[in-house]
């Protein structure tokens, strides 16, 4: 995964959030770098399911191809730090 190296990625990365579960039982520590791939990834697979439900299509009869999820993780990760990086300095 090549990424660059912007100030955004930089803070990013160093920045350290605390992701805890809907049920305050787990907690895990990560950077707010990887915590936006994670996000821009999960908003990728909403997006598929969302437009295979408009299509009306059962998702077992086709496949998304990686590449593809990839490019929109890489496109969408840098506004998810942002947001992550502006809660994180309010808070």
């Keep these: 995964m090549k990424t660059n190296n912007t100030d955004l ?5 160093k920045t350290i959030v605390n992701v805890e579960s809907s049920t305050g039982d787990k907690s895990e520590k ?3 770098f990887e915590l936006s791939r994670w996000c821009a990834m999960l908003d ?3 997006v598929i399911d969302k437009k295979l439900h408009q299509m009306k299509t059962p998702a077992s ?4 191809k990686p590449i ?22 309010s808070d």
């Excluded at 990625?9 to 990365?13: E, I, T, V, Y």
């Excluded at 009869?61 to 998304?64: G, I, R, T």
């Excluded at 990839?70 to 992550?84: A, G, M, P, R």
């Design 44 to 46: 990728a697979v909403e």
């Design 9 to 13: 990625d930089k803070r990013g990365k």
């Design 61 to 64: 009869d086709k496949w998304v």
């Design 68 to 89: 593809a999820i990839q490019k929109y993780i890489d496109e969408k990760y840098q506004d998810v730090l942002h947001d992550v990086l502006t809660k994180q300095e």
């Design 30 to 32: 990560m950077s707010a």
